[in-house]
């Protein structure tokens, strides 16, 4: 395992952040009826045609809400529906020139080799739509504490251009937009104007999120904390505010015991370090189901049990201290998609064991 800090180890603070109550503008379609229960983010246009036999599962993400009903974990009423994001909201990222030629149809065929993906007006729409979810998420997260999107996670993209299934990154778009909108007052209370407010990226994803690395490598506002695969794609990786790099075949009791739960490790020197030191008023969390034992491109070997123990124990680490976070689920690849589907919504079912046990 190799652990590499790029910037910033802060002193702790001891002073906890209270949630947000006064963010009222969302970006939202369809607000969720049911204001008990966890917030979850969907739209039936989170999915593209692809041609025949295409890799990528893009079935999954219906199926997702789909498995999250029929087990009676959310009901509709907690299903919020994110409007198409705006290209000016995009452009807070990536240039005028890529999303122009994005939104547009002028995108060469090396361009379109790189991402995986044939261009398409519905693969367009769709990549509006999931990041307009992921910024959805993170506003209802801002004013309840948590909240989930059924998608979300292309940690890949570049400002300039796509890569790997990745064609906007969901996770800067909402993280810049968050930092430089008037929309929604920081969370936390010694923040005193928007430009205050910080971002913190935890990213368990197999692959490194480089795209997101490179986004925010020179700004301090914002902190990059990526946990992956260190011989898994991208080949040649971006420099994180904090890179943790895991062997092939790392196992659950391997990763969550030296990475999340070995105190000389990450508990005490990390995760929990980060929150009191950087004092984020928003954590993104990307729940990459990829590093699974039978995932298609993982190359680990942690279980179903191992992934909800994961995100059980940095959700509850982070709502403990009265952080909002906001989770999307990330890779995650298997010609199986139903059993994949119900893999994606395990951060679902350990979110909301943690807005039950902590009464939110």
């Given at each position: 395992m190799k652990i590499s800090y790029m910037r910033r180890i802060l002193p702790s603070f001891s002073k906890k952040p209270a949630f947000a109550s006064t963010c009222r503008a969302f970006h939202a379609e369809k607000v969720g009826a049911d204001s008990r229960g966890l917030p979850v983010v969907h739209h039936s246009r989170y999915v593209c045609d692809l041609p025949p036999g295409h890799r990528f599962p893009m079935g999954k993400f219906p199926r997702?809400?789909?498995?999250?009903?029929?087990?009676?974990?959310?009901?509709?009423?907690q299903v919020w529906t994110p409007e198409l994001v705006s290209e000016e909201i995009l452009n807070c990222v990536h240039t005028t020139e890529y999303v122009k030629n994005f939104v547009s149809g002028k995108v060469e065929e090396k361009a379109q080799r790189r991402t995986g993906f044939p261009w398409s007006k519905g693969l367009v729409r769709r990549c509006r739509y999931e990041t307009g979810g992921t910024l959805l998420a993170a506003e209802v997260a801002l004013e309840r504490g948590l909240a989930?999107?059924?998608?979300?996670?292309?940690?890949?993209?570049?400002?300039?251009?796509?890569?790997?299934f990745c064609l906007i990154n969901d996770l800067a778009v909402t993280a810049r937009y968050l930092r430089n909108s008037s929309s929604c007052p920081s969370s936390s209370s010694s923040s005193s104007s928007t430009a205050g407010r910080k971002v913190l990226i935890v990213d368990l994803d197999v692959h490194q999120g480089d795209g997101t690395a490179f986004i925010f490598k020179d700004e301090p506002g914002v902190f990059t904390f990526s946990i992956h695969g260190e011989n898994n794609f991208p080949l040649h990786k971006q420099r994180s505010d904090l890179d943790v790099s895991l062997p092939d075949g790392t196992e659950d009791g391997q990763y969550l015991s030296t990475?999340?739960?070995?105190?000389?490790?990450?508990?005490?020197?990390?995760?929990?370090?980060?929150?009191?030191?950087?004092?984020?008023?928003?954590?993104?969390?990307?729940?990459?189901?990829?590093?699974?034992?039978?995932?298609?491109?993982?190359?680990?070997?942690?279980?179903?049990?191992?992934?909800?123990?994961?995100?059980?124990?940095?959700?509850?680490?982070?709502?403990?201290?009265?952080?909002?976070?906001?989770t999307v689920i990330g890779g995650g690849y298997a010609s199986d998609v139903d059993k994949l589907a119900v893999r994606h919504s395990i951060v679902h079912r350990a979110a909301t064991q943690v807005w039950k046990e902590c009464g939110m």
């Open positions: 997702v809400l789909h498995c999250l009903l029929k087990d009676q974990i959310v009901s509709e009423q989930c999107s059924t998608a979300g996670g292309t940690h890949h993209a570049f400002p300039d251009h796509g890569s790997g990475v999340l739960f070995n105190g000389m490790v990450l508990v005490e020197a990390h995760l929990p370090g980060l929150l009191d030191s950087f004092r984020p008023d928003l954590v993104l969390y990307d729940a990459g189901v990829d590093p699974h034992t039978e995932d298609d491109l993982g190359r680990l070997r942690l279980t179903d049990a191992g992934l909800y123990q994961r995100d059980l124990y940095v959700l509850k680490t982070v709502v403990a201290r009265g952080i909002p976070v906001a």
